[in-house]
């Protein structure tokens, strides 16, 4: 009978460690890149939806909440077209917004006759709660501009040209205050945001930008294929930095349980679009693209970083009591997560409409959202006009 030649014990007990050792080595890595690919799949598919919309028609005084709106490249229809300046000692104008100036909080907009051409804003300034004080003025959403003198205003070292409104409106606002201010208009123009640098416009290659300028569809069709950012550039009206900024009901629930029973007031962080049916509060830090109703694609380029302004009592106008007062101070604790602006926390989006979006659309309450684009780390804030 022939023998059997076989491996000594030692080494077949070296076997099973060998595959043992292997295996805690590659199988996690395994599970990791799985993880990875199923993610964006997995929130491709989790539908959650639009439960809120707000746009604010002049910069920093209370959101007008709306069931739908229009949105273009621009952002919002109406939203941020309107801007007060309060008038400086050396007789330069300087802009107003509501974490520098926390009496705007005591004037609520609304919309009266919204989607005719007599539309108009219903400003009504609430005097901290005192009848005998408070007084309504109304501005036409969508002034004539035709008679209006040129005011020339610069955003975070982005000049542009608006409109000013005349004295009755600047006259209203300034008795109110209590100091001269001036209401100014954008009109349909529209300013060159200091922009984030990784949203930087490139230079179309000179076949892609014959494509654009004679085949526009084919144009977008080829920027699309090869994976081509914004080739022109950005332009929005008296927002900061970006068109939209979308927040998430989650996360808000999460900044609540911080402040020993009281409410956080979503408002308070000034958002257009706010996304309810995330399962974990802050999965929208890692956000790159969503889609609404499958068809108009958003691009969230970037963490909004917070100031005291989340702190207001909108009913005092001045810095709450208890809790609410703490709001920035109690989140600095683990949400200061973006090393491009480290003392600053972070909730909510900047977001850009995508190259290829439709020109406009109507966008609702209950619409639809799935995430389309997960980034693999935090986007880090690149945005020279933080300071």
Partial sequence: MANT??????????????WLLTGIVVFPFLIYQLLGFLSPLIHNLTAMRISEIYV?????????????????????????TFMLLKKKDDGTWENMTIGHFSDMSQFIQEFENYGTNDATIKITYRAYGDADKAKTIRIPLVPDTEKLEIFHVNMHSSPTDAFNMGEKYSQWFTSCFGYEVILVYIGSDNRRPVIFEDMQPLTPDPLTAFFKKNIPFLGRQVEKLMGIRQTEQWRIK??????????????????????DG???????????????????????????????NQKTEMILAHNCVRCKSINIDYNTGKPSVGPSGEVLKRLQKDRRIDIGAKWS?????????????PKSQTIKVGDKVNVT????????WSWPGLA
């Fill in 373 to 380: 684009k997960v980034n693999e780390g935090l986007t880090i």
């Fill in 238 to 259: 008296f927002q900061d930095c970006a068109p939209f900024l979308i927040t998430s009901k989650t996360s808000l629930d999460d900044v609540s349980s911080r402040l």
């Fill in 262 to 292: 009281e409410k956080m007031d979503m408002v308070k962080f000034r958002p257009n679009i706010v996304i309810e049916g995330a399962n974990e509060p802050w999965q929208e830090d890692y956000w790159g693209k969503i889609k609404i």
């Fill in 56 to 80: 604010y028609p002049i910069k920093s005084l209370r959101a007008v909440p709306l069931k739908e709106a229009v949105a273009t490249k621009y952002g919002f229809e109406h939203d941020r």
């Fill in 5 to 18: 030649a076989h491996p000594p014990a030692s080494e077949l007990d070296h076997i099973p460690t060998v």
């Fill in 345 to 357: 926390p972070v909730f909510g989006r900047y977001t850009f409409w995508a190259p290829d979006a």
